[in-house]
Each structure stands twice: as structure tokens, then as C-alpha cells.
């Protein structure tokens, strides 16, 4: 099986449209050791020839024109798609809204959890995906699924889903609770532990996670690689970099450093390959040349970028 992580940063890419905060300036000045990075999505082909997208970043038009295995080959019809399957891992913007650019009346199955389908349904924007035409199929709450296409035939990709620690989507708040606690356990929030029918290892991605509890660490241990969330190194970034208010908990994102971060929460799992994604642009792993990514590679973890490519 080929994977390929066409986009690693967390929302708003990397630099944000917006971020004046020094790893966004350094990334527009071309700086040595930081490379600009678009927002989080992962592709998967057990043949090389149809590719199941995990989740639709709003990056994802350029994500298509910078991968090659995603653009129609020259011995495609007119109009023609390698994508044939969209899993989402939450209803966050950053994951659903790239939704909106594969519309065009192209043949493709959305899997996403109850919940997220229903923010679908919920909002007639997304009826541009015909579903007679791009049908929406649930994910169980924790079990295995062969991803087929909109026809129903076999992509060859095989995921188990289950439900982890995470949030609400932000747009799904009530603002007139702002110190309600809006973290979920119940399926906001998945990971998908994905395999090949094939054979092969198995990979893990799980862009979102509010906390790693003794459930999932079981659940990877064996695991020939995590790829893992990596929005923040230390909990109250954000605040430090002087761009928000909000923790990395608060966020529905665990720290990587820390006691309780990623890094020791996970030392001693019997995992192949470490990947973090899904990276905020106040990262300081950002930078190559930084401690915090000396700590990072020194730990046994790699800190993806766009393209990268892994094989099982």
C-alpha cells in the first residue's frame, strides 16, 4: 500500500493567510530548514491507481496539482477523478471544506461518523455533491469497512474506525457558553487504523486527539506507523506566540511535549514509524534548525511535510 501525505499543517496551512508570528515570516522569506506546508489531508492507494482521500482540506485543488497520482490520467475521459473515497476524521473546516471544490458532478463516496454527516446534511452548501451521484456512507462507530466507490466496487483500502478523544467542531459551539466544556468522546473525533486487502502492515492516522488514554495506546501498539497529531508542542503555545487565547487542550489537541504529551505518553508502544501532521504554524518544530525538532527526531519521531510518502 501507498501512502502519501499531501497536506501536513493544521488549520489555515502554514504560513496562515493572516499569521504574522516569526515561523510564518520566516516561511515566506524562503528561510532555510522551513518549509511552507498546506492543511491536512492524507491520500491511499492499494494499487496505485485509485486513491481514498482522508479528509477534503480547503488546500485541496492546489494539493491535486501538486500530486500527480490525484490528477486524471492522460488516457481519462474528459472528466475523470483517480479519488474514488473521501474519509473524514471530523467535521472541522480545515477537513470538510475542500468538499465544496470537488463538486462537478464527479462520481465519488463520502465515508465520514453519524454525527459528521449530519453537519452535512445540515447545510445545503454541500448539496452541490449530488448525493445520487456522490453518496454518503456512514462510518461504524468502531469496527472494520472495505472503502468502495461510488459504484460500490472495491478500492482495494481497508479501514478501521473508532472514536478518540477530541471536540466539537469549532462552528458548532454555543457562544453563549464560552466556559462550557465542549470535548467528545463519542465519534466527533475518529482515527482510522488503515491496511491494504492486500496484506501488509497496517497505518494509523488520528489528526486529532485530545488525549492518548490506555485504550488507544493498546490500540497501537504493533502499529507499523502512527501518524499522529502534531498541532502544538507545548499546550499554551498559542498564548506565548501572542495569536490566541486558547490552549492546545481547549483546542481538542495534546501537546507533543510534556508528562502527558504524545511523546512520552507513547514511549516504550511497539510503533514502527512516528509521523506528527496536522501542524500548527506556531510549531516550533516547524524549524529544522530548532531544539524543539532536535527533541522531536531525538524522541524517534519524524515531523511530516507535504509529499512525503510512506509504503507497507
Not at 518544530?285 to 511535510?305: I, M, P
Amino acid at each position: 500500500m501507498r501512502l502519501k501525505i499531501v497536506g501536513s499543517a493544521a488549520g489555515g496551512g502554514f504560513p496562515q493567510w493572516n499569521c504574522n508570528y516569526r515561523l510564518s515570516r520566516a516561511a515566506r522569506a524562503g528561510a532555510a530548514g522551513i518549509s511552507q506546508r498546506t492543511q491536512s489531508s492524507l491520500a491511499a492507494s492499494a494499487d496505485g491507481r485509485d486513491w481514498v482521500l482522508f479528509n477534503a482540506s480547503p488546500d485541496i485543488r492546489q494539493q491535486i496539482a501538486q500530486t500527480s497520482e490525484l490528477e486524471p490520467s492522460a488516457a481519462a475521459p474528459p472528466r475523470s477523478t483517480p479519488i474514488r473515497a473521501v474519509v473524514l476524521t471530523n467535521g472541522d473546516v480545515d477537513h470538510v471544506a475542500g468538499l465544496l471544490t470537488l463538486r462537478e458532478r464527479q462520481p465519488f463516496a463520502i465515508y465520514a461518523a453519524t454525527q459528521v454527516l449530519a453537519v452535512l446534511e445540515a447545510n445545503s452548501i454541500f448539496n452541490v455533491l449530488d448525493p445520487a451521484i456522490v453518496p454518503r456512507r456512514v462510518l461504524p462507530p468502531e469496527g472494520e469497512l472495505k472503502i468502495c466507490d461510488a459504484n460500490g466496487r472495491k478500492t482495494g483500502v481497508t479501514i478501521e474506525s473508532f472514536a478518540v478523544p477530541g471536540k466539537v467542531a469549532l462552528y458548532l459551539e454555543d457562544s453563549a457558553l464560552p466556559e462550557a466544556d465542549f470535548s467528545s468522546d463519542k465519534g466527533d473525533t475518529i482515527g482510522v487504523r488503515i491496511t491494504s486487502d492486500k496484506g501488509g502492515g497496517s497505518v494509523f492516522y488520528i489528526p486529532g486527539c485530545a488525549r492518548i488514554d490506555a485504550v488507544l495506546r493498546s490500540r497501537l501498539d504493533g502499529a507499523a506507523c502512527l501518524l499522529f497529531d502534531g498541532t502544538v508542542y507545548t499546550d499554551d503555545e498559542m498564548i506565548a506566540a501572542g495569536v490566541g487565547e486558547k490552549t492546545g487542550a481547549r483546542m481538542g489537541h495534546l501537546a507533543m511535549s510534556g508528562e502527558t504529551g504524545s511523546i512520552a505518553r507513547l514511549a516504550g508502544a511497539e510503533i514502527g514509524r512516528r509521523i506528527f501532521v496536522h501542524i500548527n504554524n506556531t510549531n516550533p518544530v516547524l524549524d529544522e534548525n530548532s531544539s524543539e525538532h532536535a527533541v522531536v527526531r531525538a524522541s524517534g519521531w519524524e515531523v511530516a511535510d507535504d509529499g512525503m510518502e510512506i509504503e507497507l
